[in-house]
């Protein structure tokens, strides 16, 4: 069952313009939420994050917007370059005491492709 | 120069034989995870350890083992009861394993069984 969804696995983007990454979850417990990017044959590398009580974070030419009532994300680049072209995953966690703790659930990841 | 390291980047095994693959940081992180990934699937979670000589299944840990003796060290073996091994393994660690912590991975380890 999948807690995290990413329901596109591509995005094609044109190089300036702005990159629209989604994802849903549907477990109310979780309250952080990450992005992790990632190059074939390579780790995850972390982008950006957001804790449940803020609704905006920005780090650069990346954003990342939470609407807990739809429970529902996105990752905003912009401008897009060459060099984002990876997949992008996001992953969530619950912070609560009871929680498994660390313990990330991810979504099967979009793969950006920004095209000059 | 600190991180977490994956040996080797490429494994061939044939089919039936046990394989173990090696992850070692040196972050000084308590907390230290092991994830599959297959292609569309995402990133899976096999096993994870929050403390030396402690470790707790993930979602798919049939088919593997795990140990931690050293803080630094969370070695994965690959058992011929696992039916689909060939895949993308990744581990992780996280400094303490809860709250906020970024969780951090290594260059991961691609497994063909033939």
């Known amino acids: 069952d999948q807690q995290v969804k990413q329901n596109s696995p591509s995005l094609s983007v044109q190089e300036g313009r702005i990159s629209i990454l989604n994802c849903d979850y549907t477990?109310?417990?979780?309250?952080?939420f990450l992005w992790y990017k990632k190059y074939p044959a390579e780790g995850p590398t972390f982008l950006i994050s957001?804790?449940?009580?803020?609704d905006k974070n920005e780090d650069g030419r990346f954003t990342v917007f939470l609407n807990k009532s739809a429970k529902h994300l996105s990752l905003h680049i912009v401008p897009s370059q060459p060099g984002d072209s990876a997949v992008y995953f996001c992953?969530?966690?619950?912070?609560?005491?009871?929680?498994?703790?660390?313990?990330?659930?991810f979504g099967r990841g979009t793969q950006l492709t920004v095209w000059p | 120069d600190g991180g977490i390291t994956q040996s080797p980047k490429y494994l061939f095994r044939k089919e039936g034989q046990n394989v173990t693959l090696s992850c070692e940081q040196n972050?000084?992180?308590?907390?230290m995870y092991w994830y599959r990934q297959d292609p569309g699937q995402g990133l899976r979670l096999i096993y994870y350890?929050?403390?030396?000589?402690?470790?707790q299944k993930g979602d798919i840990a049939e088919g593997y083992s795990v140990s931690r003796e050293k803080k630094e060290s969370f070695p994965l073996t690959v058992t011929s009861a696992q039916k689909n091994p060939t895949a993308f393994y990744l581990c992780?660690?996280?400094?303490?394993?809860?709250?906020?912590?970024?969780?951090?991975f290594g260059p991961g380890t691609r497994l063909t069984v033939l």
């Open positions: 350890s929050q403390i030396v000589n402690d470790f």
């Open positions: 992953a969530a966690r619950s912070l609560g005491r009871g929680s498994t703790l660390g313990r990330l659930y």
């Open positions: 992780a660690s996280t400094a303490r394993g809860r709250g906020t912590d970024t969780q951090y």
């Open positions: 957001i804790s449940s009580i803020k």
């Open positions: 972050l000084n992180h308590d907390a």
């Open positions: 477990n109310s417990m979780f309250d952080y």
